[in-house]
Nanobody, 125 residues
Framework: VQLVETGGGQVQAGDSLRLSCVPS????????MAWFRQAPGKERVFVAAINWSGRSTYYSDSVKGRFTISRDNAENTMYLQMNTLKPEDTAVYYCVKQIRPFGDVRLGPNQYGTWGQGTQVTVSS
């Protein structure tokens, strides 16, 4: 199972980007999925999660109100719409899948077991 992220790039502060995540070799329709990010020299941190049905979402305080996580199980794709981007959003963004199906969106990082390779988002001021 491999998760493939696309959609990163270099933008100006205030711009928008949409990241996509597609699992290669497996479906994810029964798993909670999430986005994490890692800035240069910092630890990887949680950004947002969405449960298997898409009805429950959870965001870090730093992105709440600016980012929207969504999924289309029929298309086997998860998204992260990022609006009003700030320089501090600069990071590598990772798509990740929980270890067990039907997990809660508030579970910690140790409950995630399949990670993508990451996509770079760079926001300049």
């Amino acid at each position: 199972v491999q998760l493939v992220e696309t959609g990163g790039g270099q933008v100006q502060a205030g711009d928008s980007l949409r990241l996509s995540c597609v699992p290669s070799g497996s479906t994810f329709s029964t798993y909670t999925m999430a986005w994490f990010r890692q800035a240069p020299g910092k630890e990887r941190v949680f950004v947002a999660a969405i449960n298997w049905s898409g009805r429950s979402t959870y965001y870090s305080d730093s992105v709440k109100g600016r980012f929207t996580i969504s999924r289309d199980n029929a298309e086997n794709t998860m998204y992260l719409q990022m609006n009003t981007l700030k320089p501090e959003d600069t990071a590598v963004y990772y798509c990740v899948k929980q270890i067990r199906p039907f997990g809660d969106v508030r579970l910690g990082p140790n409950q995630y077991g399949t990670w993508g390779q990451g996509t770079q988002v760079t926001v300049s001021s």
